[in-house]
């Protein structure tokens, strides 16, 4: 439950996305995309824990909570358990991140240790990312730019203008998980001193976020077929299906005002990105 599996479609997509975008240029490694796959997993299971760990201990995490239960806050694992569990799984990160310096060479180390180390400042450290509206950016950059563009990287040599594109595509829905999980916490939040985005700038905002970040990721659908010549008949198919998600999930926000409601938001959130990143995936494999 602390690993939060619903989330982890946030390091599934960027992987998929990469390797697709490696394989239209003919450099599509499975070894290296399973390497990458399993960094980008470790380290948001890593983060996941630390997240559990840590607002448990800043006190962010109490009765008064309305999302999924926090296995420390609701006493299923001692708190040190879950700070050793967070440091085997960095370590193992770090572990599968090594047998990729034999694509990317020792750049990579540096991209690896700062990952698994944002991932731990993310709520932990002196100052916590999450707690002083970093979080957002840190997702974006990470969970997008970094992971599509690395996963791209280690398969074809190269970091291309397209795999940026992909990334802030994904990267922008990686964010809107946030934006909904967030959302849904900012009273806690602010009760705990967790100065996320929402908290900071209001419920509003959040909604312009997140209905501005599903514009990206469109926008960049757009662009990418017509920068890798896809075909119109996928564009016309992909643009529809996406398009009418994106309205549906928005008209979602701007009525989720209960927990279940709030809830769902997250869990349809997530699932979106996956959907994405396949139809995405189709484009740039057989378009």
Known sequence: MAARPRTLAAAFAPVLVGSALAWREGGFKWPAALGCLGFALLVQIGTNFANDYYDFVKGADTAERVGPRRAV?????????????????????????LTLLHYGGWP??????????????????PFPLGYHGLGDIFVFVFFGLVAVGTTFFVQTGHLGVNALIAGAAVGALATNILVANNYRDAETDAKAGKRTLVVRL????????????????????????????????????????????????????????????????LNGTARYIVLYSVVLTTGLVWW
């Open 108 to 125: 990579l180390l540096v991209v690896g240790v700062v990952s698994i180390a944002c991932g731990l400042a993310y709520t932990g450290g």
């Open 202 to 265: 209001g419920k509003r905002f959040a909604h312009v976020q997140f209905a501005l970040q599903h514009a990206v990721a469109l926008a960049a659908v757009l662009l990418l077929a017509e920068r890798l010549a896809l075909r119109p008949e996928w564009l016309k198919a992909a643009g529809s299906l996406l398009t009418g998600i994106v309205l549906w999930q928005n008209g979602w926000f701007a009525f989720a005002n209960t927990p279940d409601r709030l809830i769902g938001l």
């Open 73 to 97: 806050a609701s006493g299923l694992v001692a708190p040190a358990v879950m700070r050793r569990a967070m440091w085997l799984v960095f370590a193992l990160a770090f572990a599968v991140g």
